[in-house]
């Protein structure tokens, strides 16, 4: 089972910024899409971003503009930068590979206003 590690979370002011790095333990991460979802208190989880192997991305339209999804395959890891941050951004965020199921423990995000 290909263990994923988050990092890089914690408090920022409204308009900062913070960059989430998940690293994988196998080199399959190489392979498949890596996703970043986020979980706000009450709510469900969401698909932030995605990039597949070779690099398209997908981003949820709430963040388009303002984060930017990218990997490393020589270090399987996976980079979220966000600018910009926003109250409503405030979420614990996992990093994920959906086609296989494996999610990292989650990083906490609190972004104050």
């Known amino acids: 089972q290909v263990q994923l590690v988050e990092s890089g979370g914690g408090l920022v002011q409204a308009g900062g910024s913070l960059r989430l790095s998940c690293a994988a333990s196998?080199?399959?991460?190489?392979?498949?899409?890596m996703g970043w979802y986020r979980q706000a208190p009450g709510k469900q989880r969401e698909l932030v971003a995605q990039?597949?192997?070779?690099?398209?991305?997908v981003y949820a339209d709430s963040v388009r503009g303002r984060f930017t999804i990218s990997r490393d395959n020589a270090k399987s890891t996976v980079y979220l930068h966000m600018n910009t941050l926003k109250a409503e951004d405030k979420a614990v965020y996992y990093c994920?590979?959906?086609?296989?199921?494996?999610w990292g423990q989650g990083t906490q995000v609190t972004v104050s206003s």
């Open positions: 994920a590979m959906p086609t296989h199921n494996y």
């Open positions: 196998e080199i399959i991460f190489n392979f498949y899409v």
């Open positions: 990039i597949t192997s070779g690099g398209t991305t």
